[in-house]
Protein backbone atom coordinates (compact mmCIF):
# COMPACT_ATOMS: atom_id res chain seq x y z
CA UNK A 1 0.00 0.00 0.00
CA UNK A 2 1.25 3.84 -0.60
CA UNK A 3 0.30 6.53 1.76
CA UNK A 4 -0.18 9.94 1.09
CA UNK A 5 3.26 11.87 2.18
CA UNK A 6 0.74 14.45 3.79
CA UNK A 7 -2.18 12.53 5.93
CA UNK A 8 -3.14 9.01 6.30
CA UNK A 9 -4.71 8.11 3.51
CA UNK A 10 -3.47 5.37 1.25
CA UNK A 11 -4.10 3.54 -1.59
CA UNK A 12 -2.16 0.36 -3.47
CA UNK A 13 -2.50 2.53 -6.88
CA UNK A 14 0.21 5.20 -7.36
CA UNK A 15 -2.08 7.53 -9.49
CA UNK A 16 -4.96 7.27 -6.69
CA UNK A 17 -2.18 8.55 -4.25
CA UNK A 18 -1.12 11.02 -6.30
CA UNK A 19 -4.35 12.32 -7.30
CA UNK A 20 -5.27 12.38 -3.39
CA UNK A 21 -2.26 14.92 -2.81
CA UNK A 22 -2.99 16.93 -6.04
CA UNK A 23 -6.35 17.72 -5.06
CA UNK A 24 -6.84 17.45 -1.36
CA UNK A 25 -3.09 19.42 -0.71
CA UNK A 26 -2.46 21.22 -3.33
CA UNK A 27 -5.86 22.04 -5.02
CA UNK A 28 -5.60 21.46 -8.07
CA UNK A 29 -8.85 20.99 -10.09
CA UNK A 30 -8.42 19.27 -13.17
CA UNK A 31 -11.69 19.56 -14.43
CA UNK A 32 -13.00 23.09 -16.19
CA UNK A 33 -16.64 24.88 -17.35
CA UNK A 34 -16.59 25.79 -20.47
CA UNK A 35 -19.14 28.21 -20.15
CA UNK A 36 -17.88 30.77 -17.09
CA UNK A 37 -14.39 28.60 -16.39
CA UNK A 38 -14.98 27.71 -13.07
CA UNK A 39 -12.81 24.08 -12.32
CA UNK A 40 -13.72 21.03 -10.27
CA UNK A 41 -11.77 18.07 -8.67
CA UNK A 42 -13.93 15.34 -10.31
CA UNK A 43 -16.23 15.38 -13.27
CA UNK A 44 -19.14 14.44 -11.79
CA UNK A 45 -18.81 18.15 -9.64
CA UNK A 46 -18.36 19.76 -12.98
CA UNK A 47 -21.73 18.07 -14.48
CA UNK A 48 -23.66 19.21 -11.55
CA UNK A 49 -22.49 22.65 -11.94
CA UNK A 50 -23.22 22.99 -15.84
CA UNK A 51 -26.51 22.31 -14.04
CA UNK A 52 -26.86 25.91 -12.84
CA UNK A 53 -26.14 27.44 -16.73
CA UNK A 54 -28.92 25.20 -17.93
CA UNK A 55 -31.52 26.35 -15.06
CA UNK A 56 -32.07 22.53 -14.06
CA UNK A 57 -32.81 21.96 -10.85
CA UNK A 58 -34.18 18.57 -10.37
CA UNK A 59 -34.66 18.36 -6.57
CA UNK A 60 -37.59 20.69 -4.82
CA UNK A 61 -38.06 21.09 -1.17
CA UNK A 62 -41.43 19.41 0.03
CA UNK A 63 -41.82 21.99 2.73
CA UNK A 64 -41.09 25.84 0.62
CA UNK A 65 -40.93 24.37 -2.80
CA UNK A 66 -37.45 25.50 -3.37
CA UNK A 67 -35.27 24.10 -5.95
CA UNK A 68 -31.53 22.64 -5.94
CA UNK A 69 -29.31 21.36 -8.29
CA UNK A 70 -27.86 18.82 -5.82
CA UNK A 71 -29.03 15.97 -3.97
CA UNK A 72 -27.50 17.10 -0.70
CA UNK A 73 -28.00 20.54 -1.12
CA UNK A 74 -31.94 20.00 -1.42
CA UNK A 75 -31.45 17.31 1.69
CA UNK A 76 -29.20 20.09 3.96
CA UNK A 77 -32.20 22.54 3.35
CA UNK A 78 -34.60 20.38 4.19
CA UNK A 79 -33.12 19.58 7.84
CA UNK A 80 -32.95 22.78 8.20
CA UNK A 81 -36.76 23.04 8.14
CA UNK A 82 -36.84 20.43 10.72
CA UNK A 83 -34.44 21.37 13.00
CA UNK A 84 -32.46 18.46 12.57
CA UNK A 85 -28.87 18.06 13.02
CA UNK A 86 -28.23 14.77 12.46
CA UNK A 87 -24.15 14.54 12.90
CA UNK A 88 -22.44 14.98 16.06
CA UNK A 89 -19.04 15.46 17.56
CA UNK A 90 -18.45 12.32 19.93
CA UNK A 91 -16.12 14.30 21.78
CA UNK A 92 -18.44 17.73 22.88
CA UNK A 93 -21.46 16.81 21.26
CA UNK A 94 -22.22 19.99 18.76
CA UNK A 95 -24.07 18.77 15.97
CA UNK A 96 -23.69 19.80 12.60
CA UNK A 97 -26.09 19.62 9.63
CA UNK A 98 -23.57 17.83 7.05
CA UNK A 99 -21.11 15.04 7.49
CA UNK A 100 -18.43 17.47 5.99
CA UNK A 101 -19.15 20.12 8.48
CA UNK A 102 -18.36 17.53 11.16
CA UNK A 103 -15.20 15.87 9.75
CA UNK A 104 -13.91 19.54 9.46
CA UNK A 105 -14.92 20.28 13.38
CA UNK A 106 -13.46 17.16 14.27
CA UNK A 107 -9.97 18.33 13.11
CA UNK A 108 -9.84 20.89 15.55
CA UNK A 109 -9.84 18.06 18.04
CA UNK A 110 -7.72 15.09 16.75
CA UNK A 111 -4.95 17.97 15.49
CA UNK A 112 -5.73 16.58 11.77
CA UNK A 113 -3.91 18.98 9.11
CA UNK A 114 -4.11 17.96 6.11
CA UNK A 115 -4.01 20.46 3.69
CA UNK A 116 -0.58 21.46 3.26
CA UNK A 117 1.31 24.82 1.66
CA UNK A 118 3.51 24.96 -0.99
CA UNK A 119 5.35 27.46 -0.08
CA UNK A 120 5.99 27.47 3.33
CA UNK A 121 4.96 24.22 4.64
CA UNK A 122 2.08 25.42 7.19
CA UNK A 123 -0.57 22.98 7.40
CA UNK A 124 -4.30 23.53 7.69
CA UNK A 125 -7.96 21.87 8.91
CA UNK A 126 -9.53 23.36 5.69
CA UNK A 127 -9.08 23.67 2.05
CA UNK A 128 -10.72 27.34 2.37
CA UNK A 129 -8.01 27.89 5.13
CA UNK A 130 -5.12 26.88 3.53
CA UNK A 131 -6.20 28.95 0.21
CA UNK A 132 -6.32 31.85 2.53
CA UNK A 133 -3.12 31.68 3.75
CA UNK A 134 -1.31 30.99 0.24
CA UNK A 135 -2.74 34.45 -0.82
CA UNK A 136 -0.46 35.64 1.67
CA UNK A 137 2.50 34.41 -0.46
CA UNK A 138 1.39 35.93 -3.63
CA UNK A 139 0.27 39.34 -2.63
CA UNK A 140 -3.60 38.41 -3.07
CA UNK A 141 -3.68 36.48 -6.01
CA UNK A 142 -4.71 33.04 -5.82
CA UNK A 143 -2.04 31.11 -6.01
CA UNK A 144 -1.00 28.50 -8.30
CA UNK A 145 2.19 26.70 -7.92
CA UNK A 146 4.18 24.38 -10.39
CA UNK A 147 4.57 21.19 -8.89
CA UNK A 148 7.79 20.74 -11.26
CA UNK A 149 9.58 24.09 -10.88
CA UNK A 150 9.82 27.44 -8.36
CA UNK A 151 7.01 29.33 -10.53
CA UNK A 152 3.53 29.91 -9.60
CA UNK A 153 1.02 31.46 -11.47
CA UNK A 154 -2.51 33.62 -10.72
CA UNK A 155 -4.43 31.63 -12.82
CA UNK A 156 -4.75 28.06 -13.07
CA UNK A 157 -5.03 28.04 -16.85
CA UNK A 158 -1.89 29.72 -16.96
CA UNK A 159 -0.10 27.11 -14.91
CA UNK A 160 -1.33 24.38 -17.40
CA UNK A 161 0.01 25.70 -19.92
CA UNK A 162 3.32 26.41 -18.23
CA UNK A 163 3.64 22.72 -17.25
CA UNK A 164 2.50 21.83 -20.92
CA UNK A 165 5.59 24.23 -22.57
CA UNK A 166 7.90 23.69 -20.32
CA UNK A 167 7.40 20.02 -18.51
CA UNK A 168 5.79 18.39 -21.43
CA UNK A 169 3.11 17.37 -19.03
CA UNK A 170 -0.70 17.65 -20.65
CA UNK A 171 -2.60 16.36 -17.39
CA UNK A 172 -1.75 17.08 -14.26
CA UNK A 173 -3.46 14.11 -12.65
CA UNK A 174 -0.20 12.06 -13.91
CA UNK A 175 2.56 14.37 -11.73
CA UNK A 176 3.88 13.91 -8.05
CA UNK A 177 3.80 17.17 -6.39
CA UNK A 178 7.73 18.10 -4.67
CA UNK A 179 6.88 20.49 -2.52
CA UNK A 180 10.67 21.52 -1.95
CA UNK A 181 10.35 22.55 -5.32
CA UNK A 182 8.03 25.56 -4.48
CA UNK A 183 9.57 27.44 -1.99
CA UNK A 184 11.44 30.59 -3.71
CA UNK A 185 9.40 33.01 -5.82
CA UNK A 186 8.98 32.49 -9.51
CA UNK A 187 6.88 34.08 -12.00
CA UNK A 188 3.55 35.77 -10.82
CA UNK A 189 1.49 36.11 -13.74
CA UNK A 190 -1.79 38.33 -13.48
Same mark, same amino acid.
Given at each position: ????????? !??? #????????ENVTHFG?????????? /?KFTKRVG????????????????????? &? !?????? #???????? #?? *? $?? !????????????????????????GERPFLC?????? !????????????????? $? *????????? $???? $????????????? &????????????? &???? /?? /?? /??
Amino acid at each position: MLQCRFCSF !FSK #WKTTVSNHENVTHFGIRPFTCDICG /DKFTKRVGLDKHKMLHTGEKPFVCGVCGH &A !FVQRCT #WREHERRH #WE *T $KP !FSCSICDREFVTRRSLLAHERMHNGERPFLCAFCGST !FTTRSNLLSHQRRHTEG $K *TPHPCPMCP $KHYA $KNRSLLQHMAKVH &AVSSPDNVVIDVT &ANTE /DG /DN /DS
